[in-house]
């Protein structure tokens, strides 16, 4: 099974959207493996988008995601990186297709309510940034015979 990592931005987490981001993965059938609501600190949020140290909106970008607390979160299933990406939208909320979290509750670019890992590279290190092995919970989902053969 693959893993990957979701974060619910503090604009999702300031406009009560948590039970719906939630809501909205395990109705898909992927099981949660890891959740916490947390303060990231600034060394956290500057390793977390070291990939844009060098871009202008950095600086910008690390203010935001230690601005209010994030709900951090590491979601298991078949295909479960490229789904989640599927189910948040595309980075600018105006261009994410209706259905999706952007596309229902985002308006701007900078306050596009959550991120999600895009490889599964990506979600190996961001899980390794935002949890340590111990909080992590392997399960047995026993929806599990009626997602998959």
């Not at 951090?72 to 259905?99: C, F, H, Y």
């Amino acid at each position: 099974m693959e893993r990957t990592f979701l974060m619910i931005k503090p604009d999702g987490v300031q406009r009560n959207l948590v039970g719906e981001v939630i809501k909205r993965l395990e109705n898909k059938g992927f099981t949660l493996v890891g959740l916490k609501l947390m303060a990231v600190s600034r060394e956290l949020a500057e390793k977390h988008y070291d990939v844009h140290k060098e871009r202008p909106f950095f600086g910008s970008l690390v203010e935001f995601i230690i601005s209010s607390p994030v709900v951090a979160m590491v979601w298991e299933g078949q295909g479960v990186v490229a789904s989640a990406r599927k189910i948040i939208g595309g980075t600018n909320p105006l261009e994410s297709d209706p259905g999706t979290i952007r596309g229902d509750y985002g308006i701007d670019i900078g306050r596009n309510l959550i991120h999600g890992s895009d490889a599964i590279e990506t979600a190996t290190r961001e899980i390794s940034l935002w949890f340590e092995d111990g909080e992590l919970c392997s399960w047995e989902n026993t929806m599990k015979t009626w997602l998959y053969e």
